[in-house]
Each structure stands twice: as structure tokens, then as C-alpha cells.
């Protein structure tokens, strides 16, 4: 993960060129919204809220293979601790440890952990209620 801003995250290697008349020299790509970043790759994830982080909007990570050892989840917001207690409870089941920490600190961490070839995921929340037009139609 290379950065984010107000309208979503860039991600480096995302594309890779095929092409080597392309503009671009980077292969990063801005992806608007909230994401689940894996070490192989980011996708956009349809949460708008920490609220919306629940259990079931993290299924994606639970079928992830190989399994992961780390699932951080990157709000500004709080998510709900009753939630956040269930979420716990059944990643480690899976031997999942999951941490709730702010964007910055999850952008840092998986990045450092994801080159050090950790299995380590994050969900990264972009809140519309912190700025509404992030998510204008």
C-alpha cells in the first residue's frame, strides 16, 4: 500500500504493464473506497461505516488461502465492541489474530508485515459519514 487520501487508497504492483509504451511507470492504481488488502492483491470492499464491519462483511478473509496469521482493520471510527469481540472470537478459531487500529498505523504495519512474506490481510475503512462526497454516485 503506498498512501491514501480522502477518496480511497493507492496501491502499488496492482497492474502490472504490458505494454511498455504505457504512461505509467509505477503499476499503482487509486482504488476509490474502503478495501481488503492481502499480500497478493487489494479489492474494493463494499463498506461505508465501521459499522459496517461485521462478521459477515469479513467472510472474504476467512476463505483467503493460504491462511493468514494477522487481520488488521484500519478505522478512524470505533467499530462496535460487541462486534468487534465477535469478530475476534471467531477469526481465532481459525488462528487469526485481529486488531483494530487507525488507517495509518494498519497501512504501516501490513506493508511492513506483508514484506516480511507474513500471511497478514487488512480491511481498510473509508468512512462517508468523516467525508460524504467520498462516495458520491
Known amino acids: 500500500l503506498q498512501g491514501f487520501a480522502p477518496t480511497g487508497f493507492d496501491v502499488n504492483n496492482l497492474v502490472k504493464k504490458k505494454d511498455q509504451n504505457e504512461i505509467s511507470q509505477s503499476g499503482s492504481i487509486h482504488m476509490?473506497?474502503?478495501i481488503l488488502a492481502f499480500p497478493f492483491g487489494c479489492f474494493l470492499w463494499n463498506v461505508y461505516s465501521a459499522q459496517d464491519v461485521t462478521l459477515e462483511s469479513l467472510a472474504p478473509v476467512i476463505i483467503h488461502r493460504p491462511n493468514l496469521e494477522y487481520l488488521f482493520l484500519g478505522c478512524n471510527q470505533s467499530i462496535d465492541r460487541d462486534e468487534l469481540d465477535r469478530i475476534k472470537m471467531e477469526f481465532l478459531k481459525q488462528n487469526i489474530v485481529v486488531e483494530q487500529l487507525d488507517l495509518a498505523t494498519v497501512v504501516g504495519?501490513?506493508?511492513?508485515?506483508n514484506a516480511e512474506d507474513r500471511q497478514v490481510a487488512a480491511a481498510l475503512v473509508l468512512d462517508r459519514d468523516e467525508d460524504p462526497s467520498i462516495y458520491k454516485p
Open 32 to 34: 476509490n473506497g474502503s
Open 109 to 113: 504495519t501490513f506493508n511492513i508485515l
